[in-house]
């Protein structure tokens, strides 16, 4: 199964067609932290020849014979994980961007802890599914904790259209994680927000940022329908401006990651609020 990236891993947005866009949040999380390349921050993990590392940006590429993936070197236990990233246009179907800790699925943004507790494990993510000629692609958010992705206990999918076309230029996708919050931004519009409510419905351990791209066929694109097409391949993700700023797995106990918001104690200004608002609940 094929992903497409952000550090990454929503809620679904008009399709790319749409002219409309949201209203402005006021606010840009994104302007607070420092950019990285991406040996700064981060090493292969897998499919080493499907990598290149560029001036200011780093690509990553699925085929018939592999996909790939990266890591960050630390874990972290709260922070700010973004990207910036472009997808690659025409048929996609089957692949998967995925990117979070908080992991990455092209997998493009992913946050997990998944080597370190296998079958147990959390992970929070933003995805991308790949997509057929004509047909905007799907950003799906995912929370898993210890293993569980029940829709009545976790947070687990929620899936988006973006009310513009990921393919043309790159942009910023971002998980913030606090001990109060999980939030999910694009290009710093709040379109996912995940309350702190117990500590069996939200991650506490720490997580490693992922990012990576693979054929998911199986279920990515319409639950399966369309698979991946090797014709059209190679299927590739290119990030840029790498953000990874928080309190590691080794920091002192006193540390706390940075607002994302105008207030220390975090939560959102009223004018993001009315940008988060202005997209409909999720596919």
Request: charged content about 20%; proline content about 7%.
């Amino acid at each position: 199964m094929a992903v497409f990236p952000l550090l990454l891993l929503i809620l679904m947005v008009p399709s790319s067609s749409n002219a409309q866009w949201p209203p402005s949040p006021g606010y840009w999380p994104s302007s607070r932290f420092r950019s990285m390349n991406f040996y700064q921050g981060y090493r292969n993990l897998w499919g080493y020849s499907h990598q290149r590392a560029e001036q200011n940006a780093f690509t990553i590429w699925l085929d018939s014979t592999s996909g790939s993936g990266f890591k960050s070197v630390k874990p972290f236990r709260s922070g700010y994980f973004g990207a910036s990233i472009k997808l690659q246009p025409g048929y996609t179907a089957g692949s998967i961007y995925k990117n979070g800790v908080l992991i990455f699925v092209i997998n493009q943004r992913q946050l997990s802890n998944s080597e370190a507790h296998p079958g147990y494990h959390d992970e929070v993510d933003i995805e991308f599914l790949g997509t057929t000629f004509g047909k905007p692609y799907t950003l799906q958010t995912n929370v898993y904790i210890r293993g569980s992705g029940d829709g009545r206990l976790i947070g687990r999918e929620m899936k988006f259209h973006l009310w513009f076309d990921p393919t043309k230029t790159f942009h910023r996708y971002a998980i913030p994680w606090s001990p109060k919050e999980i939030m999910f931004l694009v290009d710093d519009v709040p379109i996912r927000r995940y309350l702190m409510k117990s500590a069996t419905t939200f991650p506490l351990r720490p997580m490693w940022v992922y990012g990576s791209i693979w054929d998911a066929s199986s279920w990515a694109t319409e639950d399966g329908k369309y698979r991946a097409d090797y014709r059209y391949q190679p299927f590739v993700a290119r990030y840029t401006n790498f953000k990874a700023s928080g309190c590691s797995a080794y920091s002192p106990a006193w540390c706390h990651p940075e607002s994302v918001s105008p207030f220390r104690s975090g939560g959102l200004t009223k004018q993001q609020s009315r940008s988060m608002r202005w997209l409909p609940d999720g596919l």
